[in-house]
């Protein structure tokens, strides 16, 4: 008995490597030193930091896999990876390195495994950080036929007087919202739950949600804020806190940057809850309250700005190509956040 017999394939995890080899490559920045292929990843820091700090993040994407594997789309996913990672490190006011990524499965498919590399590069790209290396893990017996598990590691870099860490933000502060492409990487287990009891089929399209199948929709990638959101630190405008809207939707993530005393006052007319969400809480009997406490609710991104310069920061993210609204205004409180 050999290795390949008991369901490991050297050589084909051999050939994957060096097919993914110029996608990888396709991302580097010039820190990066060395290729792929070695034990490890070597990134030299960027010159022109004083204190510069290290700022970490890891993530997945969920079961929202599951929809990849049932629809067989996987060219988006790996946009979803590097997003859950780049916009936490984001929230600090980092700018991200490098991105490393896991995949495990049970028998390497080659050409599934690299539409998700493919889209761990097209996010890598986004985000303006270098895919530095990764791990290939093949494990037969441990995952259904067809299916991987996805995990990514991001580092970014901060200046240390500039870092945010919830102390700048003020009583009055405005929160910008910056929308979200859709569902994100959250909550999940509950739209498969909403999708298999109505007895709807992925291929479906669903005359509220446009001619899009009801997978393509779901499987929308998570919306990369770094772009226009490192615009925005180096045009100086005063960002006092950053918040990315994932698991536990504004709730749970919007006092997570807010100092003592503080809550944030949200007014939910001051925008149109995007079509996917208002049908998964009609589909699935899901409360109003609840759905705000598992999704992103088409807000994805928050930045706190002084209110005299709300308008400005607002117009500043629409010259980016993103809309920006006021989603409400900081208050006196016990780290609540009041949508009413």
């Given amino acids: 008995m050999d290795y390949r017999q008991a369901g490991v394939d050297v050589e084909a995890g051999r050939a994957f490597v060096r097919r993914i080899g110029e996608m990888v490559a396709s991302t580097h920045r010039p820190e990066v030193l060395g290729g792929i292929g070695g034990f490890s990843g070597l990134f030299q820091l960027p010159t022109g930091y004083r204190e510069p700090v290290l700022v970490s993040g890891t993530d997945g994407v969920g079961t929202k896999l599951k929809l990849a594997h049932q629809c067989d789309r996987h060219d988006t996913v790996g946009i979803d990876l590097v997003a859950m990672c780049v916009n936490d490190v984001l929230t600090c006011g980092a700018e991200p390195l490098f991105f490393l990524d896991y995949l495990a499965t049970g028998k390497l498919d080659e050409d599934q495994l690299a539409a998700v590399v493919a889209g761990i590069t097209d996010g890598c790209k986004q985000a303006g950080c270098a895919l530095l290396g990764g791990e290939t893990a093949e ?8 299916e991987y598990d996805l995990a990514g ?63 393509e929709v779901l499987l929308t990638p998570t919306r990369i804020y770094v772009a226009p959101v490192l615009a925005a630190l180096r045009a100086r405008l005063p960002i006092h806190g950053m918040a990315h809207i994932t ?45 705000f406490n598992t999704f992103n609710m088409g807000v994805g991104f928050v930045v706190l700005v002084p209110g005299d310069r709300a308008d400005e920061t607002c117009r500043f993210f629409q010259t980016q190509g993103l809309a920006a609204w006021a989603l409400g205004e900081v208050v006196a409180g016990q780290g609540a956040v009041l949508i009413e």
């Fill in 247 to 291: 698991g536990g939707g504004l709730p749970e993530n919007l006092p997570r940057v807010l100092g003592e005393g503080q809550s944030v006052r949200v007014d939910p007319t001051s925008w149109t809850i995007p079509p996917i969400f208002t049908w998964l809480e009609s589909a699935g009997s899901v409360p109003r309250a609840e759905m």
């Fill in 139 to 146: 494990m037969p017996g441990f995952y259904l036929p067809g």
């Fill in 153 to 215: 590691f991001c580092v970014g870099i901060v200046e240390k007087s500039q870092i945010l860490d919830g102390s700048q933000v003020q009583l009055g502060d405005v929160a910008i919202a910056l929308p979200s492409s859709g569902i994100h990487s959250n909550g999940f287990s509950l739209v498969r739950k909403i999708v298999e009891q109505a007895g709807l089929d992925l291929s479906e399209s669903l005359p509220e949600l446009g001619d899009a199948s009801l997978g």
